[in-house]
């Protein structure tokens, strides 16, 4: 998600359609982020009983929760049907058989429709960059989250293609690279949206390729292809390519390009509710016009 730049997201959602075959062989990262991710919820007590993998992709998150928490029920959401069919497709046959897939949802991480307080674990590995109003998805999170459940995901922190960024800058006066936002800023909007003990912190993973089209490539495969609104109404010629090669050129180190992801770990929770001596909820009254 950029800071500045408005996402298209029938281009995102064409994108990850188009990428869904390749997808696995290809996300290294995102399927290392997920893992890491995983073993967070190792050390939080937590038991859910319903659990939103927002932004579900191919399903890389399903097993790992499934073993967390047996017998919770997994809705899987992502923004495009192809991943969600690739998902289903690639799940073991038992599974499928046994009709213990999770329910598929196609939809927007900014308008989830499920009802509020319907979802005990809200999940999602890198998704959250794909999104325009990352309050508004948050806020949404918090919304169909019960009281007492756990936010936990991960996203693309500033840093992320910071190689590839440069390189570009210049080049044809069009955005090529999304800007992220800082974990920082993450933490003020979880606390603005209605959560409670928020915990961000940050990694830092540099992958290597011998060069720039192995990396454009690679992103091809994830589904991560420019999605601006403002993006050039073509591909971008070989002008554009000969420049970009030569702007990462001195970047070059032990033979090998380097491109850096930032990878924002975070989770909150939404707070429970607060229950007088009677049983009753609590309800805050503020002041309101200086009384």
């Not at 994108?15 to 290294?28: I, K, Q």
């Not at 598929?104 to 991480?109: G, H, I, R, S, T």
Request: glycine share 8%; aromatic share 8%.
């Amino acid at each position: 998600m950029s800071n500045n730049t408005v996402l298209d997201k029938r281009a995102v959602r064409r994108s990850f359609d188009r990428a869904a075959a390749t997808y696995d062989a290809a996300a290294v990262l995102q399927h290392e982020v997920c893992r890491r991710s995983l073993e967070r919820l190792d050390v939080i007590r937590h038991s859910p009983a319903r659990i939103l993998d927002a932004g579900s992709g191919t399903g890389n998150a399903w097993a790992g929760l499934a073993a967390r928490y047996p017998g919770a029920r997994i809705v899987a959401l992502d923004l495009a049907p192809g991943m969600l069919r690739q998902a289903r497709a690639a799940a073991p046959w038992h599974q499928r058989l046994l009709r213990l897939l999770p329910a598929a949802v196609c939809a927007d991480l900014e308008q989830l429709p499920l009802a509020s307080g319907s979802i005990d674990l809200a999940w999602s590995n890198l998704a959250l960059q794909w999104v325009n109003a990352l309050p508004l998805a948050f806020a949404e999170m918090r919304r169909v989250l019960a009281p007492g459940g756990l936010f936990m995901f991960t996203t693309f922190g500033p840093d992320t293609l910071k190689e590839l960024r440069a390189a570009q800058a210049g080049t044809d006066g069009h955005t090529h690279v999304s800007r992220f936002i800082d974990m920082h800023d993450i933490g003020d909007m979880l606390v603005q949206a209605g959560f409670a003990d928020p915990v961000i912190d940050m990694e830092t993973f540099t992958l290597t390729y011998g060069d720039v089209r192995a990396l454009m490539q690679d992103l091809k495969a994830i589904g991560a292809r420019n999605a601006a609104a403002d993006r050039p109404p073509a591909l971008s010629g070989k002008a554009w390519l000969a420049a970009l090669m030569r702007n990462y050129e001195p970047l070059r180190r032990d033979g090998k390009l380097p491109a850096t992801f930032e990878v924002v770990y975070g989770h909150a929770w939404r707070p429970a509710s607060r229950v007088g001596s009677g049983g009753r909820p609590v309800i805050d009254i503020k002041p309101v016009g200086g009384f």
